[in-house]
């Protein structure tokens, strides 16, 4: 804006000592006086023209003035219907009889999970939660949460909504993990015909109390012991005592979509490490704000920001251990 005054200020000003030296010039010529006119008249159509340029941009400045109100007062608005939450890296053993999401990539694994999920210290390594704490008073509507591992390993969820003042959690674990193992291995020994309720109690308390065989401190007086099954019992034992278990990698990048009462969409970015989840806040983009428009060096959300929409948003699995 100094700029344009300057350049409106220095043409004026230009004019009229240009006008004045010319005036000069020609007065010293025969009859130029009488052919150009004198020199009040010159200043008084370069003066009319500098009134006219003021107003011009006077009314110019009013206008971006009351474009900038309104903008405010409308930001305003959509900041009153925005949500706020906190993320926290939490574990299996304090999600019970608390909400909790699977992936959308494994929908049909719920079974499995509760099994994954029991309270031992194996397979904590392999199971990845993060929560979701609705801090405010509104509702977190349609949420998106986009769990990065690698640019080939994603897990995604979506939650309808998140009540003022609940918390939820995402629970990602490690596909090839213990508990498919130990399927694996009572499906390769015992036929579906002998897995009758004594048995399907006998295998759920073996798996319940893998701790048990898993302490290290005397291992050799505790063994595994399945009637009648004594190859797959030693194959048991040596899993729950296998000291290689592989963890899931917790370190990522995570993405949460929402939506205001007012429908802006709304994209926050957190990196999560050794330390804890951080938030970014050079990454994060608002609807109206941002026009939903990545900013230079952020090309790399746009294929999950497209796929972020109300139509066909079909909610993960959810269930309370």
Known sequence: ???????????????????????????????????????????????????????????????????????????????????????????????????????????????????????????????????????????LIAVRVIFIYSEHEVARFNIDSVKPHSQINLINYLKENLYREFDELVSSEIPQEKMDSKMLIQLEDIWKNQRYFYDIEDQVSKNVVIDDYDKLSKAIDNLFKNSDIKPINKSKQIIVYYMTSMREKIRLVFEQNDKGIFYKKNLNMLEHRDGWTNKKGQEKFNKFDDEYNLNNFQESRRFNR
Do not use: H
Not at 60 to 72: A, H, I, T
Not at 98 to 125: H, R
């Open 1 to 139: 804006m100094c700029k344009f005054v300057k350049t409106i200020f220095g043409g004026v000003l230009g004019g009229l000592l240009g006008t004045f030296f010319a005036y000069i010039i020609f007065a010293t010529s025969d009859n130029i006086p009488e052919k150009y006119g004198n020199l009040a008249d010159w200043l008084s159509g370069i003066g009319s023209i500098g009134a006219i340029l003021a107003v011009w941009w006077q009314s110019r400045q009013e206008k971006k003035l009351l474009k900038l109100q309104l903008e405010n007062e409308k930001e305003q608005a959509f900041q009153q219907k925005r949500q706020l939450f906190k993320l926290n890296i939490n574990n299996c053993d304090n999600t019970k009889d608390k909400l909790s999401y699977l992936p959308m990539e494994n929908l049909k694994w719920s079974s499995d999970l509760q099994k994954i999920t029991m309270f031992d210290e194996i397979v904590k390594a392999q199971t990845d939660v993060v929560q979701i704490s609705n801090i405010s008073d509104k509702d």
